[in-house]
Antibody, heavy 122, light 110 residues
Framework: EVQLLESGGGLVQPGGSLRLSCAAS????????MSWVRQAPGKGLEWVSA????????YYADSVKGRFTISRDNSKNTLYLQMNSLRAEDTALYYC???????????????WGKGTTVTVSS | QSALTQPASVSGSPGQSITISCTGT?????????VSWYQQHPGKAPKLMIY???NRPSGVSNRFSGSKSGNTASLTISGLQAEDEADYYC??????????FGGGTKLTVL
């Protein structure tokens, strides 16, 4: 069974940093692009970032470019999101999601984790 | 990148059909056949319902169908059931090599 399990969320002050992790199982992790999608409380979905299967190509939403860094360790089947210079508007539930085969960034997400909550507040 | 435009809410009675629209631009919805739709029940993760405009993943009911005309994509749910009550989001690949979501539509089954 394909599973994605996010971790690393928590409460952080504005300007602080946090690293999210997503442990993948049940599929050949290195063969698939992966994405992070977030959802602010009571709001809609927002695509944040994506990375190719090999990790050589990365993609970011304008709202996080220069502050967030996506990466992956295929030997550990784990996806990461390093979040720096955090702002109140980054407060959200962060989902890890798997892309279909044959796409370097993932034109859609076919499997989602349950999410990890990030709260940016003083 | 601006969010795609969806109606805030739609409703229908059991057994009826409803359609949710998703309007973008020639740089996203109109430019690529890479529109997807997601269903999200309260407190749950999104679930893929339609990909590449018209395709249904294995396990998704054939009551769900997708289409596109110009810069507007649509999700149609036929034979509405109580379990279909949820939030629905469209998404599209963009010319900026990003993905963009719609604002979401709350479906109420009367």
């Amino acid at each position: 069974e394909v599973q994605l399990l996010e971790s690393g969320g928590g409460l952080v002050q504005p300007g602080g940093s946090l690293r999210l992790s997503c442990a993948a199982s049940g599929f050949t992790f290195s063969s698939y692009a992966m994405s992070w999608v977030r959802q602010a409380p009571g709001k809609g979905l927002e695509w944040v970032s994506a990375i190719s299967g090999g990790g050589g190509s990365t993609y970011y939403a304008d709202s996080v470019k220069g502050r967030f860094t996506i990466s992956r360790d295929n030997s550990k089947n784990t996806l990461y999101l390093q979040m720096n210079s955090l702002r109140a508007e980054d407060t959200a539930l962060y989902y890890c999601a798997k892309a279909p085969a044959g796409s370097s960034m993932g034109r859609y997400m076919d499997v989602w984790g349950k999410g990890t909550t990030v709260t940016v507040s003083s | 990148q601006s969010a795609l435009t969806q109606p805030a809410s739609v409703s229908g009675s059991p057994g009826q059909s409803i359609t949710i629209s998703c309007t973008g631009t020639s740089s996203d919805v109109g430019g690529y056949n890479y529109v997807s739709w997601y269903q999200q029940h309260p407190g749950k993760a999104p679930k893929l319902m339609i990909y590449d405009v018209t395709n249904r993943p294995s396990g998704v009911s054939n009551r769900f169908s997708g289409s596109k005309s110009g810069n507007t994509a649509s999700l149609t749910i036929s034979g509405l059931q109580a379990e279909d009550e949820a939030d629905y989001y469209c998404s599209s690949y963009t010319s900026s090599t990003t993905l963009v979501f719609g604002g979401g539509t709350k479906l109420t089954v009367l």
